[in-house]
C-alpha cells in the first residue's frame, strides 16, 4: 500500500541494461523531484539519484534517471553483480516523504 | 566523512516502549533536519516524521501521532525517536537520515534524504 507504484522485481544479466519505473500522481512526483535509493540488505539506503536525474559524487554514470509527468525511471546500463539490490523510489509531498514499495533487482 | 550512527537492536514486548538514537558526525549538527523512516519485513519504506535539531521542533505523521516522539540532545549531536505503545506490527527496521534541501535557478525547493544511518532493528514479540 506505498503511495508510489513499483514493480516489485526485475531481473538483468551482466552489461544488459535495466530500467525500474516509479508511478505516482499529480500531488507528489507531478509536482516534485524524485530521488532514488539502492538498498543492501543490513545496510544503509544508497542515495543513487536526486531531483530526479542528479548523481551525487561516487555513483557511476551508469545509473541515470528521468522524470515525466508523474511517472519517473531509472535506468541501470552495463549491469553488474553487484547491482543486485533493492531500488527505492522517494518523493517530498510537501509534507512527508512518499516511498515507493521498492523493486528487488536481481543479476542473472 | 557525514555519517549517521545508530543504536542497536531491540526486543521489546507489545504495550512497552522503545528509544532509537542517531549520533552524527562530521557536519554541523543544528543546520539539518533529521527524518525517521521505517521499513517493515517484506514492506517499502514508510515516513515516520522529523525533527529539528534547532530548536527541538518535531513533526509526524498523522499514523504515529500520540505514540512518537522526537527529540535530540546538541551537545551530543544526537537524535532520539521514542515509539509507545508497541504492537508486533511495528516490528521493523527504523533509520533516521538527514534532510538536504536545495533551492534550483528557478527558486524550486528540491529535498533528498542523505546520508542514512545503518538502521536499528526493533522487534516486538510477547
Known amino acids: 500500500q506505498s503511495v508510489l507504484t513499483q514493480s516489485p522485481s526485475a531481473s538483468g544479466t551482466p552489461g544488459q541494461r535495466v530500467t525500474i519505473s516509479c508511478s505516482g500522481s499529480n500531488s507528489n512526483i507531478g509536482r516534485n523531484t524524485v530521488n532514488w535509493y539502492q538498498h543492501l540488505p543490513g545496510t544503509a539506503p544508497k542515495l543513487l539519484i536526486y531531483?530526479?536525474?542528479q548523481r551525487p559524487s561516487g555513483v557511476p554514470d551508469r545509473f541515470s534517471g528521468s522524470k515525466s509527468g508523474t511517472s519517473a525511471s531509472l535506468a541501470i546500463s552495463g549491469l553488474q553483480s553487484e547491482d543486485e539490490a533493492d531500488y527505492h523510489c522517494?518523493?517530498?509531498?510537501?509534507?512527508?516523504?512518499?516511498f515507493g514499495g521498492g523493486t528487488k533487482l536481481t543479476v542473472l | 566523512q557525514v555519517q549517521l550512527v545508530q543504536s542497536g537492536a531491540e526486543v521489546k514486548k507489545p504495550g512497552a516502549s522503545v528509544t532509537v538514537s542517531c549520533k552524527a558526525s562530521?557536519?554541523?549538527?543544528?543546520?539539518?533536519?533529521i527524518h525517521w523512516v521505517r521499513q517493515a519485513p517484506g514492506q517499502g519504506l514508510e515516513w515516520m516524521g522529523w525533527?529539528?535539531?534547532?530548536?527541538?521542533?518535531?513533526y509526524y505523521a498523522q499514523k504515529f501521532q500520540g505514540r512518537v516522539t522526537m527529540t535530540r540532545d546538541t551537545s551530543i549531536t544526537t537524535a532520539y525517536m521514542e515509539l509507545n505503545r508497541l504492537r508486533s506490527d511495528d516490528t521493523a527496521v527504523y533509520y533516521c537520515a538527514r534532510l538536504i534541501e536545495w533551492e534550483d535557478s528557478s527558486y524550486n525547493m528540491n529535498y533528498w534524504l542523505e546520508p542514512w544511518g545503518q538502521g536499528t532493528l526493533v522487534t516486538v514479540s510477547s
Open positions: 525533527i529539528n535539531p534547532n530548536g527541538g521542533g518535531a
Open positions: 531531483n530526479n536525474n
Open positions: 522517494a518523493v517530498w509531498d510537501d509534507s512527508s516523504w512518499v
Open positions: 562530521a557536519y554541523t549538527f543544528t543546520t539539518f533536519y
